[in-house]
């Protein structure tokens, strides 16, 4: 769904009425009103305690800043990348207060009592009850909510999707073997999501905590050690517009390498390279489709412990890793290699670490050494120049040798001692944004000596805006149980919402040796259906399906094969995601936006806009009773039965899928037959699109390009094909038109035509004047064609139906 800008209508009437409401709880009792300017830097409104410096970035997004008397502005934001609008405000002086406006969202300062409040076209949203107030060991603000709000946000959790109640920490901590609750986890973000449609984000790195009425007084809490004293609050008409203008703030996500959708083999872990080669050959006899192999710690040693920073292939089991990388480059499978930001006393490379002064330090700048799991060690100072470089340069080596790919593991930081300094501050200051800036160096080495590649980062801890450095995430250490399961919709659900749009899931679950064949199955129909398909584990039960016995590896072979024939619709969502920040997993409450039965619900959920997805978390089910939203028909994906909208159902759970549908109307690109994604092409595909004479107009979207080269849709190297249907009387008209870019070559494609529930045969099917041959199927009711699309032309089919 591409975002629609809509037509602005004052309403200064019904933002004076909002904010006037307000007023009363809008209170910042300590503070006096002195004077306001208006100039470049947006209202400046000064008082007794400090000034704050109010400015819009655009009409859906205000920043508000308080720099206390005696401190300046601390420009540097870690989160957000767009720029402030210099124009388009309106202040209005009146007797008691200031009224600062955009087209949309509007401040209120009150002079006496001092007050700050938000509303977004007559909307009321929030107010400060006390603006920032300093403890003896945090700085706090304040704010008034309504009662019925229900609060997302926080980062990734495991608490059902309405988090109001809780007191969350802010600092980014690993939850290994959780299930069906989890308040604390690898991405803590300072952020709340309001069911009213607006956000506030806490423009803040240091550590502190959330509170989400907590009290029960209907009050929001932001609790840090130190830092910047900035929030934005972003607010829009839709959910479609607010994850536009959220992720407008703090960037969206680089398009994947395509290879990315593809499956991943992957265990903790792989401990030579003849294991390795040999796991890719048995993926390759049971022609199970994969596209890379993670190598996980055993790459740079044979133990667990003692070798952790070494940063180099152990040559005793990988060696000749060169030819490793390359034979498997030849079979289309990408090698990944785990790497950890922690150099340890005993690794290889520690003498040349503290040499070139690439570690966090104590006081008297000397490196901060400290014991955990893994030994002794000390931490890359990520933030410092010359450990970018040091540590990019090392990086660079291994890609120039082929490496396709990294994970950044333990990157919270798993240990991360209070003492321990960084160039820019203690580690409690820094802390949760060191996955971010690791990413970040990643990323722009990338772009710097590597610019005709994608980067694939698969990162366990992040901040705000993590996305726009290429950050895959994953919701960690999961058990490998049925209540592992559970909540991983929950956190993907969450996260997307926050602009990280990747998150996914150690498929089959990680933590625990539990051998359960029907939860195996059941986590890799799931994700099918989710960002990243990604089977991982502790060794002792293998993760990959060639080791399961053979139902469970037939039924998996199935979903993944499924997986591969979605990539032309996936890779099309990923671009979505691409240009609107729109994620791929989508809530239900964004198909019924004032239905607020829904906004507890993530065990069902969209992927994209075309499938409605329920997964199955219990073991021996039978039966789900699966929401489909109103105003739409609604198809089984694999039963092809019809179901109205606006009704719950029943649905028999079947062993080799899960309940999927799809919605009347839509257009779903597919490619069969791949065994990975080196074999993609759109020189001849299926084009599925589903009938209902409920359905007057329906559009879709193909995206494509080469897979490989970054921002190929800016540089012009990509087709884009819109998929349009209109249905009038007996005569149903599907259409493709071609966008193609400057710098593009595209080819002819044979487009195999697969429409769903023509209930008659048809008496005819046209392209132009030249009628068609076609096969209707009277049991599935099923009709196909198949007609050349020339490279660069435009498509227009017409069937003209039974009466």
């Known amino acids: 769904m591409i975002r629609i800008n809509q037509v602005v209508v004052k309403v200064t009437v019904l933002i004076a009425i909002a904010v006037g409401s307000l007023t009363a709880m809008a209170q910042n009792s300590q503070r006096v009103y002195q004077s306001h300017s208006l100039g470049t830097n947006g209202l400046i409104v000064e008082t007794d305690q400090g000034k704050y410096q109010i400015r819009f970035y655009n009409q859906n997004i205000v920043e508000t800043a308080f720099i206390p008397n005696g401190e300046e502005f601390k420009k540097d934001s870690h989160a957000v990348v767009l720029q402030p609008e210099k124009e388009g405000a309106k202040l209005a002086d009146r007797k008691n207060d200031l009224l600062y406006s955009s087209k949309g969202m509007s401040v209120k300062v009150s002079k006496k009592p001092f007050g700050i409040s938000y509303s977004y076209k007559g909307k009321n949203l929030l107010s400060e009850k006390e603006g920032y107030i300093k403890t003896d060991s945090t700085e706090n603000i304040d704010f008034q909510i309504e009662k019925e709000e229900v609060l997302f946000g926080g980062g990734a959790r495991v608490l059902g999707m309405n988090r109001r109640g809780y007191r969350l920490n802010l600092y980014n901590r690993a939850h290994y073997g959780y299930g069906t609750h989890s308040e604390l986890m690898n991405y803590t973000m300072p952020v709340v999501i309001s069911s009213k449609k607006y956000a506030v984000h806490f423009d803040n790195a240091p550590i502190g905590h959330l509170d989400l009425d907590s009290k029960k007084t209907n009050t929001l809490r932001y609790e840090t050690i130190s830092g910047r004293k900035v929030y934005q609050v972003i607010a829009a008409d839709s959910w479609e517009d607010f994850t536009y203008e959220f992720t407008n703030l703090t960037g969206r996500q680089p398009l994947l390498p395509r290879w990315a959708l593809g499956n991943f083999s992957s265990r903790f872990g792989y401990h030579s390279q003849k294991e390795t080669m040999e796991t890719i050959d048995q993926f390759v006899k049971d022609s199970i489709p994969v596209d890379a192999i993670i190598l996980d710690l055993f790459w740079f040693g044979k133990e667990m412990k003692g070798e952790m920073g070494n940063l180099a292939f152990y040559r005793d089991s990988f060696p000749n890793p060169e030819k490793m990388i390359s034979d498997l480059d030849k079979k289309g499978v990408k090698t990944i290699l785990i790497t950890e930001p922690f150099i340890l006393t005993t690794s290889k ?21 400290f014991d955990f799991y893994f030994g002794n060690t000390g931490l890359v100072d990520v933030f410092k120049p010359e450990a970018q470089d040091w540590f990019w340069n090392i990086y660079k080596g291994l890609a120039n040798m082929g490496v396709g790919g990294w994970w950044g593991d333990l990157g ?60 895959i995430p994953w919701t960690g250490d999961v058990s490998r149980s049925w209540d592992g399961l559970k909540p991983q919709t929950e956190i993907s659900l969450q996260m997307g919402l926050q602009g990280i749009s990747y998150m996914h899931s150690d498929l089959g679950g990680f933590a625990g040796d539990n051998l359960d064949d029907e939860l195996y199955t059941r986590w890799l129909q799931y994700g099918v259906f989710q960002p990243i398909y990604r089977p991982h584990a502790q060794e002792a039960v293998p993760s990959e399906p060639i080791f399961r016995e053979p139902k469970t590896k037939a039924l998996v072979k199935k979903s993944i094969e499924l997986r591969y024939q979605l990539m032309p619709y996936n890779y099309s969502l990923a671009f979505e995601n691409n240009q609107t920040g729109l994620p791929l997993m989508r809530p239900l409450f964004f198909e019924e936006q004032d239905n607020k039965a829904l906004l507890n619900v993530s065990d069902t959920y969209m992927w994209g806009d075309a499938f409605l997805v329920s997964t199955i978390t219990d073991a021996g089910a039978k039966q789900k009773e699966v929401y489909l939203p109103k105003g739409n028909v609604w198809f089984d994906f694999v039963k092809e039965q019809k179901y109205f909208g606006g009704s719950s159902y029943t649905v028999q759970v079947e062993e080799d899928h899960i309940p999927v549908f799809v919605r009347a109307g839509s257009f779903i690109p597919m490619k069969k037959g791949m065994h990975n994604s080196g074999e993609y092409s759109l020189d001849n595909f299926e084009l599925h699109y589903y009938h209902d004479s409920s359905v007057k107009h329906g559009t879709g979207q193909l995206y494509n390009d080469n897979g490989e080269t970054p921002k190929a849709y800016e540089k012009g190297e990509y087709e884009l094909l819109k998929f349009t249907s209109a249905h009038s009387g007996f005569k149903l008209k599907l259409d493709i038109a071609t966008e193609k870019g400057s710098n593009y070559s595209t080819e002819d494609k044979k487009v195999n035509w697969v429409i769903h529930h023509i209930e008659k045969q048809p008496k005819k099917v046209k392209w132009g004047k030249k009628n068609l041959d076609f096969t209707w199927d009277k049991n599935s009711r099923v009709l196909q064609f198949t007609e050349e699309l ?7 089919i017409t069937i003209k139906l039974a009466k």
Not at 429 to 436: D, K, S
Not at 790 to 796: A, M, P, V
């Open 790 to 796: 020339q490279k660069g032309k435009n498509q227009s």
């Open 349 to 369: 490379r520690w003498q040349e670490a503290v040499d070139n002064k690439v570690l966090g330090t104590d006081t008297e700048g000397k490196p901060f050494t």
């Open 412 to 471: 919270e930081p798993e240990v991360h001692p209070s003492a321990l300094q960084h160039i820019n501050g203690s580690a409690d200051e820094v802390h949760n944004i060191y996955g971010h800036y690791w990413a970040k160096l990643v990323y722009e080495g990338y772009e710097k000596d590597l610019s005709n590649q994608r980067p694939f980062i698969l990162m366990r801890a992040g901040a705000v805006g993590s996305q726009r450095y290429g950050m």
